[in-house]
């Protein structure tokens, strides 16, 4: 038998966006750009590339229609690579369901190190693969207030409020 509990999170749509005519650090050439949807359990994997050529020494790129964030969803990340590049980089944090355009006008030296996960870690999703069974379990012990972490690595977990601890044999 498989359980199931918990919610999962698809990974957004496609960004739609094309050259702007803002000044901006762009240099010549093709960018491309993907986002990711955050929760407090993690991030998705990123989004269908958008690639955007042709954008001018100084350029900047306008990204539209960038998808809402539903239940579950805290914050929305925008990545672009460097000009030309493979490796996604964050380029902004946006808010959950507001924000539906952003001018980009950074220059590849101004993004951070954090590049786009690779995997989603976004859900609270359990599964339980096969059958549990208890056969009249004696208590040994019940602890409440233990701090407990979901999601991700410790930088990205999350502590629970209540967790119980129960052992029994």
């Known amino acids: 038998a498989t359980v199931q509990s918990g919610f999962d999170i698809a990974k957004p749509n496609a960004l739609t966006g094309t050259v702007h005519t803002t000044i901006g650090g762009l240099s010549n050439g093709t960018y491309n750009y993907g986002m990711t949807f955050v929760t407090n359990f993690g991030e998705t994997d990123m989004s269908t590339a958008l690639p955007v050529a042709a954008v001018p020494a100084s350029g900047s790129v306008k990204l539209t229609a960038i998808q809402l964030g539903t239940d579950n969803i805290i914050a929305r990340r925008l990545y672009r690579t460097a000009v030309g590049g493979t490796s996604y980089f964050l380029l902004a944090e946006l808010d959950k369901d507001t924000t539906l355009e952003y ?67």
Do not use: C, M, W
């Open 103 to 169: 001018i980009d006008i950074a220059t590849d030296a101004s993004l951070p190190v954090t590049q786009a996960p690779t995997s989603n870690t976004a859900h609270s999703l359990q599964v339980v693969h096969g059958i549990v069974g208890f056969n009249k379990p004696l208590l040994r012990s019940v602890t409440v207030g233990l701090v407990a972490r979901a999601g991700g690595g410790q930088s990205l977990a999350t502590a629970l409020p209540t967790e119980y601890n129960v052992i029994a044999t």
